[in-house]
């Protein structure tokens, strides 16, 4: 069964720097754009950053531009997160997810993880 799991959040300083992994089993992954998604409390969940399949092509929100960077690995079925110049408003929880499609909404997405925790201290 298909399955995404993410690792490597935690607790950091603002300003500090965080690298987001997630382990993609179950299905060829490989052929499908990958995404960050994040959610803070009490607000809706949204688009960080995709990558095609091929990882030629990546887009990030313009939140995170310049700060944030898409990648992924298909030989180990990885896709990464590096999280640079952290700041408060950066803090949710976040899910990487899977289309069959090049998209950045939500509902384009078909297979999600469970989430792993960002808190960035002030």
């Known amino acids: 069964q298909a399955q995404l799991v993410e690792s490597g959040g935690g607790l950091v300083q603002a300003g500090g720097s965080l690298r987001l992994s997630c382990a993609a089993s179950?299905?060829?992954?490989?052929?499908?754009?990958m995404g960050w998604f994040r959610q803070a409390p009490g607000k809706e969940r949204e688009f960080v950053a995709a990558i095609s399949w091929t990882g030629g092509s990546t887009y990030t929100a313009d939140s995170v531009k310049g700060r944030f960077t898409i990648s992924r690995d298909n030989a180990k079925n990885m896709v990464y997160l590096q999280m640079n110049s952290l700041k408060p408003e950066d803090a949710a929880v976040y899910y990487c997810?899977?289309?069959?499609?090049?998209?950045?909404?939500?509902?384009?997405?078909?297979?999600w993880g469970q989430g792993t925790q960002v808190t960035v201290s002030s």
């Open positions: 179950g299905r060829t992954f490989s052929s499908y754009t």
């Open positions: 997810a899977a289309s069959t499609n090049w998209a950045f909404n939500i509902n384009d997405y078909d297979y």
